[in-house]
């Protein structure tokens, strides 16, 4: 159980074109979920917390009209970049919570790799 | 906001021997302390876990530990094995904040046959 998909698992796009993320919980209803940027070699960084039904909170420093957040469904959370650049370039990952499980536990999906030319 | 901070960033050990990595974090209001396993192009996966009422917690050769007072907390591996070579991630967290985690910058661990 547990398992959160992410699509697509990489994606290579021309600079000024829009890219979109899904993060889906295939088994289970995800209050909350988490959208995280990695570049190479570093850690985890958090982007944006984006609660079903309500507009996402975003971490200081991040565009909230670059990095639009949809979180739809209980299962389904989309990352869109908009006029993506080649310093958008990362490792996107995304995570989901639910209060009907361990409260604390973040389950995370397989990522997606973005490339911008 | 939440610090989380980890060292060493690299650690190189011979196969058979221990692994000790170590996080401190800025937020006595932290209570979960989740540490994760990345391999590269691979999504983090929770090895172990602690919560904040309890100093110390084993899994088979996994252990973590815990010093509210001084607020840092330890990763032990022991009897290490080439396949625990990876990226390892501390983070801290309150459950109020439904899993929001802060994450230290990583230890990549290099276990030597």
């Known amino acids: 159980g547990a398992v959160v998909s992410q699509h697509p698992s990489w994606v290579i796009c021309k600079s000024g074109t829009s890219v979109k993320i899904e993060c889906r919980s295939l088994?289970?209803?995800?209050?909350?979920m988490f959208w995280y940027r990695q570049f190479p070699k570093q850690s985890l960084m958090l982007m944006a917390t984006?609660?079903?039904?309500?507009?996402?909170?975003?971490e200081q420093g991040v565009e909230k009209d670059k990095f639009l957040i949809n979180h739809a469904s209980l299962t389904l959370s989309t990352l869109t970049v908009t006029s993506a650049h080649p310093e958008d370039s990362s490792f996107y990952i995304c995570?989901?919570?639910?209060?009907?499980?361990?409260?604390?536990?973040?389950?995370f999906g397989p990522g997606t790799r973005l490339t911008v030319l | 906001g939440e610090n989380v901070e980890q060292h060493p960033s690299t650690l190189s050990v011979q196969e058979g021997d221990s692994a000790v990595i170590k996080c401190t974090y800025s937020d006595s209001a932290s209570n979960y302390f989740p540490w994760y396993k990345q391999e590269l192009g691979k999504r983090p996966q929770l090895i172990i876990d602690?919560?904040?009422?309890?100093g110390e917690k084993k899994d088979q050769r996994i252990a973590v530990t815990l010093n509210k007072t001084a607020k840092h907390f330890s990763l032990h591996i022991t009897e290490t094995q080439p396949e625990d070579s990876a990226v390892y991630f501390c983070a801290a967290s309150r459950w109020t904040n439904a899993g929001k985690s802060t994450f230290g910058d990583g230890t990549t661990l290099t276990v030597k046959p």
């Open positions: 602690i919560r904040s009422n309890v």
């Open positions: 995570s989901a919570v639910t209060s009907g499980m361990r409260y604390d536990e973040q389950f």
């Open positions: 088994d289970f209803q995800a209050t909350t």
């Open positions: 984006s609660n079903e039904g309500s507009k996402a909170t975003y």
